[in-house]
Each structure stands twice: as structure tokens, then as C-alpha cells.
């Protein structure tokens, strides 16, 4: 960091914050913000808290670290690894045009997964379900769902009490999402079959990185006509298998670089 200087005024503490946590990918406890930052408790706390409010920062609901908020790649494109929508754009117009449906991409933010992306295909009948910037707690829909049964047993166990009530305002329950995961294992893909908006399914494969990073999920969403178990299975399924395999390969080279 630059040298040490006297910070007055709130855009200028949720700078410093922001420089402390860039040099932190992995996220730091709010002791070593506040050793990092030279802020007091106080006032690291605050400014967390309002960051938090804009999205700017949140709080992994397991390990409890804080961690730069994808918003921020939304305002600053030289946020380069948590632009992961403008690396997925071209596999994601491959997808649509190869499916003819919608894509999308989500990425997990703290017990969320937010909708980064989407590209939509040829077909007349568009499955919208989700605008850039939507948010859903992380098990409920085919991307939310992908990005939950990639974590391990621990994040899970945490995301799911975090989310619990939140998930029962789409009338999902432990039972749903622990059928959901056992789909997951035995397919290798997770599926939103009518639950979330009626007569429109999607299916997702999480994209994870060489260093078991989730660092999100592909979706294709279509109407339940089209989501047929044989056009699953031998078109969309390996499609974006092959597309999340590209992006996570595109992720690793980013962070070695």
C-alpha cells in the first residue's frame, strides 16, 4: 500500500478498505482490516457495514471474512478477476446460439448468487428469469443450485442456515435442496425443473477453477417444452460442460498472470 496518510472523509475510508482487501483475493477477519487499515474497530466496522449496504464488500457467512463485492466490477472493468462476465461473453454467445435459448452466468457472493451475464438465443419464446444484477439465495434455481453443490459440506451447512428463510419466500425447503444436491451427485449437473417460475426449467454446471475455486455457473433456461431429458443430456449438458471448462482455464491464467 502507499504510504500511510491521514484519511478523513467516508469515500476516502472506503478507499483505503477497497486497497486493503484488493492485496486479500482469499478475504481478511475485520481484526486484520483494522490492522491493515489503521482504522479503529469502530470506524472499520461502520465503513464495512455501508459497503456491505452498496454492495461493495460482503461477509462469507462460513469462515465470516470479508471480500470485495462483484458490484465492483461492475463500475471498474481493471477489477480483471472479478470480471468474470466479460471472459464468459463469448462461450456464452456460443451457448445461445447453439441452444437457441437464454444463458446465464451467476456468481456466489457470500449465501447469494447473482446473475453477472446473459445472452439470449434465436428461439421466440425467451426465458427471462433473471436480469443482470438479480440476486437469489444461493440453492434456489439452476445456477444458484450449481454454485451450492460445488462448495464443501461446511459452506454448505452455513449458506443453508444463513438462507433458510429466505429461500421460503420461493417455497424451497431443506428437503428440496438436499433432492436437489443428491440429483447433482449422481448427474454432475443441477436442475431447475417449473419451481421457480412456472412452465420454464434451466439447467447449470458450476465453473471451478484448478484451485477447486467456485467461481460461478452456467445456465441455459428455456420453456419446459424444450427441456426435454434427451436435449439435456446430449446437447445442452456437454455444451456447457465444455464452455465452464473453457472459463475456468480462462480464470487460472488471469490468476497466474
Known amino acids: 500500500m502507499t504510504e500511510i496518510a491521514a484519511i478523513t472523509g467516508s469515500i476516502a475510508r472506503a478507499a483505503r478498505i477497497i486497497d486493503v482487501l484488493t492485496l486479500a483475493p482469499d478475504g481478511l477477519a475485520l481484526n486484520q482490516i483494522v490492522e491493515r487499515s489503521e482504522f479503529s474497530k469502530t470506524t472499520a466496522f461502520r465503513v464495512l457495514a455501508n459497503m456491505q449496504d452498496v454492495g461493495f464488500v460482503f461477509q462469507d457467512p462460513e469462515s465470516r471474512l470479508y471480500l470485495l463485492g462483484h458490484k465492483l466490477a461492475q463500475i471498474s472493468q481493471t477489477a480483471a478477476r472479478s470480471n468474470i462476465a466479460g471472459m464468459a461473453q463469448r462461450g456464452m454467445a456460443r451457448l ?3 441452444s437457441e435459448d437464454t444463458v446465464f452466468l451467476s456468481v456466489p457472493e457470500g449465501a447469494a448468487a447473482i446473475c453477472v451475464a446473459r445472452a439470449t438465443g434465436a428461439y421466440p419464446i425467451r426465458t427471462l428469469t433473471l ?12 445456477g444458484a443450485l450449481a454454485l451450492f453443490c460445488a462448495l464443501g459440506d461446511e459452506k454448505r451447512t452455513a449458506i443453508l442456515a444463513a438462507n433458510r428463510g429466505w429461500m421460503a ?13 443428491a440429483a447433482y451427485q449422481e448427474t454432475g449437473y443441477a436442475a431447475n425443473i417449473g419451481r421457480i417460475v412456472a412452465g420454464t426449467s434451466a439447467v447449470s454446471v458450476p465453473v471451478i477453477t484448478a484451485r477447486k475455486r467456485v467461481v460461478g455457473a452456467l445456465a441455459i433456461g428455456a420453456v419446459d417444452a424444450r427441456m ?5 443430456n446430449e446437447t445442452l449438458i456437454p455444451a456447457l460442460t465444455q464452455e465452464a471448462t473453457l472459463l475456468a482455464r480462462r480464470m487460472d491464467e488471469m490468476e497466474q498472470g
Do not use: H, K, Q, W
Open 96 to 98: 445461445a446460439a447453439l
Open 228 to 232: 426435454t431429458f434427451e436435449r439435456t
Open 131 to 142: 436480469n443482470i444484477g438479480d440476486r437469489r439465495p444461493m440453492g434456489v434455481g439452476a
Open 169 to 181: 419466500e420461493y417455497g424451497i425447503t431443506d428437503a428440496d435442496i438436499s433432492a436437489g444436491f
